[in-house]
């Protein structure tokens, strides 16, 4: 069974920056590919970012293609948030599935973390 633990969020004013981490406890997770997703109240859990078992693909959200950076080493994955904007507000979750290939859908993920809230003011 693997369970995953979010850190790093808070709160931070647009324009800041936040980096979040998601330790792996119970295994490794080098052949899992992982992903960041986040959720605000009352919409459905939104697909931000994922990156592949090796790291060697990654892929992004249109809204946050060239603010966020997604990577991994075989403990942890990361998800550094730059210029972050109000509308980046939102519970964030990372997920992980075991499997070579890489999916953008929440429902393809097996394993979740509880999520660590971003708050961005204006």
């Known amino acids: 069974q693997v369970q995953l633990v979010e850190s790093g969020g808070g709160l931070v004013q647009a324009g800041g920056s936040l980096r979040l981490s998601c330790a792996a406890s119970?295994?490794?997770?080098?052949?899992?590919?992982m992903g960041w997703f986040r959720q605000v109240p009352g919409k459905e859990r939104e697909f931000v970012a994922r990156?592949?078992?090796?790291?060697?693909s990654t892929y992004y959200t249109d809204s946050v293609k060239g603010r966020f950076t997604i990577s991994r080493d075989n403990a942890k994955m990361f998800l550094q948030m730059n210029n972050l904007k109000p509308e980046d507000t939102a519970v964030y979750y990372c997920?992980?599935?075991?499997?070579?290939?890489?999916?953008?859908?929440?429902?393809?993920?097996?394993?979740w973390g509880q999520g660590t809230q971003v708050t961005v003011s204006s």
């Open positions: 990156i592949t078992w090796n790291g060697g």
């Open positions: 997920a992980a599935r075991r499997s070579i290939y890489y999916y953008e859908n929440p429902e393809e993920y097996d394993y």
């Open positions: 119970g295994r490794s997770f080098s052949n899992y590919v």
